[in-house]
């Protein structure tokens, strides 16, 4: 992808000159003014352009019946000769999790201009199960999530939904099959409400003004002088009014997830993971995933890609 910058930094052009970087699509040599694709492949990328008509398009209608989506989009067609395949193949099977995080970016620079992110409250990777994650490192969609972030400043959900099950690769599965597959995959967490509310506070305090902040932290301080152990302070801190304690919070109502995924397919898999996340009071769900398939083309390697035998035997979802 070019730049946009005015100047390419001179610790850019160094760094290029000591460690030259390949594109994600071609693996040509980048130019100093490129970041992930070279300008070709920027190009040639398959866009869907669903974000466009983000209520009605193909992705939204293969969900239609199955669940309740507010906006769903694609960045790109992937199919076997889409240049999207080798960098989400290497994010996926290849161990490089900084991918994700560019390709994250990459997608958010894109629509964040169109408005797609608005009104969205958070962002919630699909879950992997434990044992997966471990073994992978990393979870790919957090990935993505961790890039979408620089761009957005929007808050990542961790933990509310989990995966309870460890399914079958989707892979060379049919519609059905998929469906039965992932059937009961995944729960909402018990202490959903607690992750939800801790986060909201967190994103409150990262974008408090000073004066919050100092409001805030007087608070704390008038909190502390009540404690028994400390009240040989209270008479020097007595300018300090304590406030009366908040009324335990509750989650708001109505909240607006992103839902993250790789690639979707069928969506039966993202359609169980929104079975779960419904049970949220008056919760709305978005969709957004890099690549758009069909089942005729399963997330696989790409056609030049060569693998080693260690990355052919995980080719688990
Ligand atoms: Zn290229």
Redesign the pocket.
Known sequence: MPTRGPMISVWRRWADLLSPRS??????RLAPGEDF??S??HLEVPRTYYHLSPYDNEMARLLWGRASVERCTAFAFYTSKS?ICRPLYRLKYGHHPEVGVALGRLVAQELHPTGFFEGVDFLLAMPLTQKRERHRGYNQCEKLAEGIIDITGLTLLRGVVVRVKDTETQTHKKGRERIENVKNAFALAENASELIHRTLLRAQKQSASPAERLTSLLNTLSSLIRHPSLSFLKPSLSFLKPSASPPHPSVPTGLHFLLIDDVITTGSTLCACMQALKKLPGVKISVLTVGFSSSACPLGPPPVEKTTSAEAADKTP
């Open positions: 594109c994600a699509g071609c693996h040509c694709f070279c070709r492949c240049n």
